[in-house]
Antibody, heavy 126, light 108 residues
């Protein structure tokens, strides 16, 4: 069974940092695009960042560019999101999500998000 | 940047058909994907590449994409279909994944 489990969320003050992790199992993690998507309380979905299967390409939404860093550890089937200079508006549930299999002809982007983890809540508040 | 516009809400009677639209400039040139998010749960992919159903998704769910509009159709609506639905594309100009604002479907 494919599974994604996020961890690392919590309460942090504005300007602080937090590192999210996503543990993947049930599939060959090193073959897939991976992403982070967030959802502010009562709001819609917002894509945050995406990384290619070998880490060679990364994409970010404009609002986090330069503050957040996506990375992965293929040997440990893990995805990470380092969040620095956090703002109140970064408060959200952060989901880890799998993209398309990149083991053959690699698509230039993740195409979709399937499946998703259950999410971890990040609250930025003083 | 590329924008996808969805109606905030759609209501449907049990057994009837709900249609959720996703309006984007020349959306037919992009592959549109749809997600269902039930209350308190993570989203689930229900339609990929405009009209493909992933394994386990009932055939009551279908999708189409033409011109500037993609549509998710839920046939024979059930109470269990009540959820928020989001469309999504990849915008090659900005190199961003884009979501629509979401549509809340209520089965009356």
């Amino acid at each position: 069974e494919v599974q994604l489990v996020e961890s690392g969320g919590g309460l942090v003050q504005p300007g602080g940092s937090l590192r999210l992790s996503c543990a993947a199992s049930g599939f060959t993690f090193s073959n897939y695009w991976m992403s982070w998507v967030r959802q502010a309380p009562g709001k819609g979905l917002e894509w945050v960042a995406t990384i290619k299967q070998d880490g060679s390409e990364k994409f970010y939404v404009d609002s986090v560019e330069g503050r957040f860093t996506i990375s992965r550890g293929n040997s440990k089937n893990s995805l990470f999101l380092q969040m620095d200079s956090l703002r109140v508006e970064d408060t959200a549930v952060y989901y880890c999500a799998r993209g398309i299999d990149c083991s053959g002809d690699c698509y230039p982007h993740p195409r979709w998000f399937d499946p998703w983890g259950q999410g971890t809540l990040v609250t930025v508040s003083s | 940047s590329y924008v996808l516009t969805q109606p905030p809400s759609v209501s449907v009677a049990p057994g009837q058909t709900a249609r959720i639209t996703c309006d984007g400039n020349k959306s037919a040139n992009k592959r549109v994907h749809w997600y269902q998010q039930k209350a308190g749960q993570a989203p689930t992919l229900v339609i990929s590449d405009d009209s493909n159903r992933p394994s386990g998704i009932p055939d009551r769910f279908s999708g189409s994409n033409s011109g500037n509009m993609a549509t998710l159709t839920i046939s024979r609506a059930e109470a269990g279909d009540e959820a928020d639905y989001y469309c999504q594309v990849w915008d090659s100009n900005s190199e961003h994944m884009i979501f629509g604002g979401g549509t809340r479907v209520t089965v009356l």
